[in-house]
Structure formats: C-alpha cells, structure tokens
C-alpha cells in the first residue's frame, strides 16, 4: 500500500513522523506493507530528513493525487476549494482518501462522498472530529443496529477553554481568549472558534453519521460564544448548571436539527464535567441506551493517532485485495433521507431567560404573566441583583418549542423587561 | 449470510427481537442480507413465535454448531465448559463466533483465539464488556497506532452501584446489595460481582487487547468490595477522593500488570463521576493521550447492540467475499508476546492506609516514624475519632511499590497501629 500526503504543516509532520516511530507497533498489527511515498509541501525544507527513507518530497500536490503508483492520499493541507479539487480528483483517479479536514467535508461532503461511493473507495475522517474521541467509528459501527435519537457534544476546545476560565477562575471573556493563544489553544485569528463555525462543522458530520441525512452545512445554525456574558455564567451555576458551547444533533419525531449555541447543561451530566480544551459527546440510541465519550479534540500527535488508526483500517481492508467496510457515511447512499429537517420553530428544549429589569414593584408580577399568557410553563424563576438600580429577573422553562420562545418576545420587549436586554439560551434535560 | 443463535435467555432473546424490529435499519447499513435460521434453547416453548420467519428453533446446540449451512454462530448460553465444546466445534467447523460470554474468553480465549486465526475466522465479543462502550473495538481499531500505557475501568456495575450507594445514601453493604437486587443490577447469586471475578475475566481481555500480552486470566489478582467500610469511604471523601472498584492495566517499564480492587479515584478523574451501576473506563496512551468512555455496562438490549453491531461487522467484512479486519486480538499472533508480566511486588501505585488505634499520646509519632523508616514517602496524615476509645490515623503515600507496603507492614503489626486492623487501598493519580 503506497502513501501520498498532502502537506507538512502541524498535523502531517506528526503523522509522518509517527508512523515511523510506531512503525514496529503498526507491524505488530497487520501484515500489510505500507510506504510513504511522497510528501507535497509549498516549504520543501521543513521536510527534509524528517521523511522516511525512499520518500519523495515534491512541492507540487497533482504530482502526488495523480501518481498511478499512489494507493492511499492523506489530505491534511486544509482549506476548502484546492483541498477539495485535489480530493475530487484523487477520488476519480480511485485513489482512497484519509482526511482530517472536517471544513471541506462539512463544505463538500455530499460531492466527495458521492464520488467515492461511484469510485468505490474508502473517505475516512476519524481525525476530523474530536481526535482523541473515535466517535466517526462509533457511529459507523458501533452502534450501526441502534437508532441514534440524540448526539450533544462539547466540540470546540478554544471555546470550552474560555467558558471554563471564565466560570472556573473569573476571567473576562477578553482574558480568557488571550490565555487560550498564548497556551496555543487558540489560533491567532480564532474567529472560526469562537463564532461556532468550527464546532458547526463538526456536528454537520456527525449528524449525517448519525441520522443518515445529507452532509448539509446550511442545515445548521450556529451561534458561538463571543456574548456570553458572566452573569449568565453565574446564574447558570446557582441553578446547578455550567454554560457550555454545545452543538447538537437531534432526532425529534422522524425530523432532524442541528445546531450549535451556548447552553445550560446539568451539573449531573458527564457533559458538565468537561472543562478545558477538552471535548465530550453524549449519545442516545434505541439499543444502547447512552453513552459519552470524551478526550483531546486537537493536537497535531493527537490527530496523527486517528489518522494512522484509519490507515490501519484501510491496510486491513484491502487485505485479500477487496476493500471493505460499511459505506463511506455509515449509511447506504439510497437510504439517505432526502427531506429530513424540522422547521426551526418546531424545536423542543428547555430554555432559560435572563431579563435585566428597573428594580421596581410590579415587574416580577408582569414578566411571570406573560410566560403565564403565552402558555409557556415555567419551571423556576428568581430574581437578583443587577447593576446599580437594576435586576436581573431569571426564568427557566420546561419544554418548549422555539417558536413559542418567539411568541413571547414582543410581550417581553414591550414591557418593563425592554430596554436592558433579554438574554436566551436553551438547557439541556437532566 | 446465515446465522444460528445459542441461547434464548434476556439477552439472546432481545438480540433475536432487536434484529427483527430493526431490519429496516440494519438494511440501510449493509447491502448483505441476514438470515437467522436456527435458534437454539432448552425450553422451545419460550422461543415459539418470537423467532424471524423460517428460522428453526432447536434444542440441540450441536445441530447449531454442526449445521453446514450455518455462517455464524452467536453464542449466548453462557457459562464455560459446554459453551467452550460448542465454539471450538463451531470454529473448526469455520464458522465465525459472536459472542458475550467473558468468561469463557477469559478462561479459555488462548485456545479459542488461536483456533479462530488458524481457521481463519473471525471471533467478535464488543458485548462482552461494558456493553454500551465500544472499548474492544476502541483497542483494536481506533488507537491501533498508539502504544497503549494504561487502561483503569470501572467494569462491574453491581459493585459500583453498592460502592455508590454506600457513599451518597449512607447504605450499609447489605443494604445496598439487596437494593441492587430489587432493581436488577444484581444477580440473586452475587459473588462474581462483588467478589471482584467478574471484573477480573473482562480487564483479562482489556489487557491482552491494550497491551499484545495473551488471554490469561490467571495473571490477574483481583479484590472485591465485600469488605469495603463506611469509614473509608468517608475518609476517602475528605481527602478528594471517591472509592471505586478498580479494575487495571498498565504498562511499567516494558512489563505489563492487571488488577482488580477497591481504589481510591481522585474527585477531578472523569472516573470519579461513574455513579450507580454505570461503567467508565479511561485510556490513555502515546499518540491519543488520554479518553475516557462512559456507558451501561449490563442489560439485555444494550448487548443486544453491541452484538447486533459486531454481526454488522462481519456481514461488511464478508462483502466481496473476503473476511477482512485486524486479528482477533488486535496483535498478529505472532507479535503476542510471551513473558510480558511485572513481579507483583515492583507495582507502583500511591496507596491509603488506615489504622485503627488506641488513641493515645505518641501513637501518631510511632506510626509516622515507621513509615519514615522504611522510606515511604507520605503525601498526607491525619487522625480522626474512631469508635469508642480507638481512633483512626489515615496515610496517603507517594508512588511506591507494593513491596515497599510489605515491608511497612510488620513493623506496623508490632506497633500501636496493630490489633484493631489495618486497611491498606491502592489511590490512583489526579
């Protein structure tokens, strides 16, 4: 089995570098011969000596997608439009591809998967979601006899690093992200992390893994954590919750939703107990009943370690000469639904609210009424003080759906709860 | 693909009704079509009508093992002397094994696995341990490039749910054991739980996956929590621990060691959150760091899944007419290495220690100097009331070896600290 990579930044340095350094461990796991052939990297340099023996290192990345002697391309320069050119093309050349480049899939997923299901080969991703965690293998096999209802994770590690700092140690959400860089948890341009967009990615994927449903990055809305504030923080905790960035997917009758907010998550769940740049995902099915899983979601070594194992993968399969395995994403492409998403406004969650009042008679009795008006039914409900004459007044409800979240705000924004702003965020059940 | 079932006990049965009521499900997974032709059970009557159309159901579990016709065999009766007769017959009869028996891998894997390689089939058992956790497939496929280094699982649910009851409901062990009892978690005869075995035979296989080391239950020691008391579970607690049954494996040096035992589990370890009959189990290793997974660890469904999934596996895997996938162990036989066991003594751990002692003047000193004698490092020491005219001292060490707590003990038992009993538990690392 021959090798192209594509790139040698972070990731694929440690990928090359680890698959020589566990060369005699991944022996020790299959007989199947494997060789990197070529490297393609813009800084030729960088790689020079840190290659195996009889590696070609090109500056050109066609020279290696279109190399008749190249079984296997591992794409890791990241990117979406050349990535997905030379993906696209490595595929038509029946090349199989192992990617850590979850932008591209969530971007180009359908059009990649599709050709390589046409192609008949092998588009492996396990490094491309919480690498530490195996949950692209999970859901694809290990829980392959069960209908998934729900998956809820904790994807972004800068994120979860800066709502951590702020909840564990005070820190402003500006402090938080500077430390986040400086400890190398966040880029120097972390806009993708905090807005949410990265973490949208991500459960972009697993939803289509888990539902079957089209990779759809437009099926997601995403809100990062840029707003929160410490008072949210705060209340969340006296009410024996952690605000955390969650992106969701779920099933809620034979519909779907996606996406990505901050959110109020139990202090009873495992969810509440990953801090940090950590990453964790709780999983629902008909047959397994729950379960969690938790680890590193970045790192170059990390990355390089799912990587390798879907090499392996791949190495097992086409022992005998037939690649094997169940289909690219889990499910066959004729039973993926076509028309899958619940309308925004259908969503079921509980929701907390946070309305920042003139602390003065009559308010509480006001806001309570409206909930009571709409019909939305309130599960707890305290008052506290805010700053200088102000009071934070905070609700959380039962269930609701999103669309009586919207039938609720006009009344709010035209009685003593405007004009301080409202803050909304969906919590998770116990 | 056709498929004989041994069994129709809660988890047979459940495996033979979850494969009918999710058909549809498992056909948008896999072009291969599964046919269960044969069931086989001692009381028929009980299978009558819950059977898929055409299959046979039998009381012989020969004419199951034996039938040419027959692809794979699911074992599920149970124990392991027959159960062993039937698989080996199964697999040299080049039928493939699903199955979820622990201890008859435990016990008698060498044999079977072997076989299985010489015959070129495949043994699967991802329902054997901690059901809704895909641990074995987690070893073998997802950190198969990463050197595994240790490997710390709470595996037994009954003990777990006793411990956990003990510690937030102020239980008694008789108490909590009849509770796990009344809700199912406990079987009417519980000595494999408590006592520690059954956590035994499952870290037996955890082990040879992790580590390439054969299946060799003997290796292990193993200590239930029938004698674990309340004092030091409350002890445990002011010191920031919770305490667990523990079962291990962990790479020193280039020895390996398994056991199984009550431990103290520092409060910031995702393990310390496993409460009531749930299991966790924590990994860590060269390339992925660490990962921690959390799920049922029992129940006739959530095997059901596992089960069904490794007949998923199996069904891909014979797509195209190859039977593909790493050994059955994860390492090649070959690679299986042959004295791969650390002397007990030279085990490193911190370790808990309490002595019950005449509380008087100059006690604490002599204990405290005992230990200072034989060069064990204490992390903490402090006294506390203990029942009547006694009192409790309680030491946390540094990282020593088990030897060094031998040495400690004599001069401990000719000293104050002896008489009215010494308890000594392993405490693992923050």
């Not at 099926?219 to 954590?225: E, I, M, N, Q, R």
Request: glycine share 10%.
């Amino acid at each position: 089995m021959k090798i192209g990579v594509l790139g040698f930044g972070n990731v694929a340095s440690a990928t090359v570098q680890k698959f020589m350094s566990n060369r005699d461990l991944i022996a020790s796991k299959t007989d199947v011969q494997m060789q990197i052939v070529k490297v393609a990297t813009r800084t030729a340099a960088r790689a020079e000596g840190q290659v195996p023996e009889g590696c070609e290192i090109v500056t050109d990345c066609w020279a290696v997608v279109d190399d008749p002697t190249i079984d296997v391309v591992i794409e890791l320069i990241g990117g979406t439009d050349i990535a997905r050119d030379l993906v696209m093309r490595a595929i038509a050349n029946k090349k199989h591809i192992i990617t850590a480049n979850k932008a591209l899939l969530a971007h180009h997923g359908e059009a990649i998967f599709e050709l390589a299901d046409q192609m008949g080969v092998c588009v492996l991703f396990e490094g491309a979601v919480a690498v530490s965690i195996p949950i692209i293998k999970t859901l694809k096999e290990s829980v392959a006899a069960s209908r998934v209802t729900s998956l809820i994770g904790i994807l972004n590690g800068t994120s979860n690093y800066i709502l951590s700092q702020m909840s564990q140690h005070g820190a402003s959400f500006d402090e938080a992200l500077a430390q986040a860089q400086q400890k190398g948890y966040a880029e120097a341009d972390p806009t993708l992390d905090v807005n949410g967009e990265d973490a949208a990615h991500k459960i972009t994927l697993l939803s289509s893994l888990a539902f079957g449903v089209p990779v759809d990055f437009s099926a997601v809305d995403f809100k990062g954590v840029t707003e929160v504030e410490a008072v949210d923080i705060a209340a969340a905790a006296r009410l024996g919750y952690q605000l955390k960035l969650i992106a969701q997917t779920q099933l809620q009758g034979d519909e779907v939703w996606v996406s990505v907010a901050p959110a109020l998550v139990p202090n009873a769940s495992m969810l509440a107990h990953v801090n940090g740049s950590m990453n964790g995902i709780a999983l629902t099915g008909d047959l397994f009943g729950s379960a969690f899983l938790y680890g590193s979601g970045a790192g170059g070594v990390q990355t390089a370690s799912a990587v390798l194992a879907d090499l392996i993968d791949l190495a097992q399969g086409s022992r005998g000469g037939c690649y094997v395995g169940l289909p690219n994403m889990g499910f066959k492409r004729s039973a993926i639904k076509t028309r899958p998403y619940l309308a925004a406004d259908a969503r079921q969650s509980r929701f907390y609210f946070r309305m920042r009042v003139e602390d003065k008679v009559g308010v509480l009795a006001e806001v309570s009424s409206i909930f009571a008006r709409a019909n939305v039914s309130v599960s707890t409900i305290f008052q506290d003080e805010g700053e200088g004459d102000l009071a934070d007044i905070i609700i959380t409800t039962h269930g609701i759906s999103t669309g009586q979240v919207q039938k609720v705000m006009p009344a709010l924004q035209a009685s003593a709860a405007s004009g301080h702003g409202i803050v909304i965020y969906p919590a998770l059940d116990e």
